[in-house]
């Protein structure tokens, strides 16, 4: 009903999306497995999560990515088999959202960490959580969309995807960088987000998690409802 009244996603209304590359990265045996099942393809939309642009230029906001890691090339926006999404926002925890909405640098997508929130369950490691670390700021530029295009073009756009468990200590541990290669010019509304996904190994976990597939599905349907 939410994205129905706004004509949009709930949250992030709209964003850029990329084609990536993931390369393994994992320092610590317990990780390697996992990252070497990461290593290839992906697709990654980031966005803002509260307003659409260039209209939220100048308001407080949070920034999400949104990450389809691939299990193929294919560069189409559906979601195949062997494909997992991830999702992080620039917020740590669910309770510190509308603090972090002014502690993120909305101007630029490669100057904040992103978080995924919420938890996965993983073999043998048990709970884990999971971040995005931008290696490097982005170039100055117009706005965050042209920062970002510069950076890419300078081969500086790089994520590094970290992972924490308890099993592991408190210390975050690196699995994988990600390489910001080409926009896509394709309608970026037809990639739609399925964080119920699970097929690298990462299995959502917990009440929230479980919940979201069905808030993301009722989002998309409000939004295509607007567009007949």
Do not use: C
């Not at 502690?103 to 992103?114: E, H, P, Q, V």
């Not at 978080?115 to 965050?144: C, E, K, N, T, W």
């Not at 390489?179 to 190994?201: I, K, N, Y």
């Amino acid at each position: 009903m939410a994205s129905a009244i706004r004509r949009d996603r709930i949250f992030h209304p709209d964003g850029v999306l990329y084609r990536a590359e993931v390369k393994p990265d994992a320092q610590h045996g317990a990780l390697k497995p996992l990252a070497k099942r990461l290593d290839g393809a992906a697709l990654v939309r980031l966005s803002g999560a509260l307003w659409r642009w260039p209209q939220g230029r100048r308001r407080p906001d949070l920034l999400g990515v949104a990450l389809r890691v691939r299990g193929n090339d294919e560069t189409t926006v559906r979601l195949l088999p062997g494909d997992q999404d991830l999702s992080f926002v620039t917020a740590t925890t669910l309770l510190r959202l509308p603090v972090s909405t002014f502690a993120t640098d909305a101007g630029d997508y490669l100057d904040n960490s992103y978080h995924s929130i919420f938890p996965y369950l993983l073999d043998d490691l048990g709970r884990v959580y999971l971040r995005l670390v931008p290696l490097q700021p982005a170039p100055a530029g117009a706005d965050r969309n042209q920062r970002l295009a510069l950076a890419v073009a300078k081969e500086k756009a790089t994520l590094r995807l970290e992972l924490q468990a308890a099993a592991l200590g408190d210390d975050w541990h690196s699995l994988a960088t990600i390489d910001l290669r080409e926009r896509l010019e394709v309608d970026e509304d037809a990639f739609e987000l399925h964080p119920g996904t699970s097929a690298m190994g990462l299995v959502p976990d917990g009440l929230m998690q479980s919940a979201r597939p069905e808030i993301y599905a009722a989002s998309e349907a409000g939004r295509r409802l607007t567009e007949r």
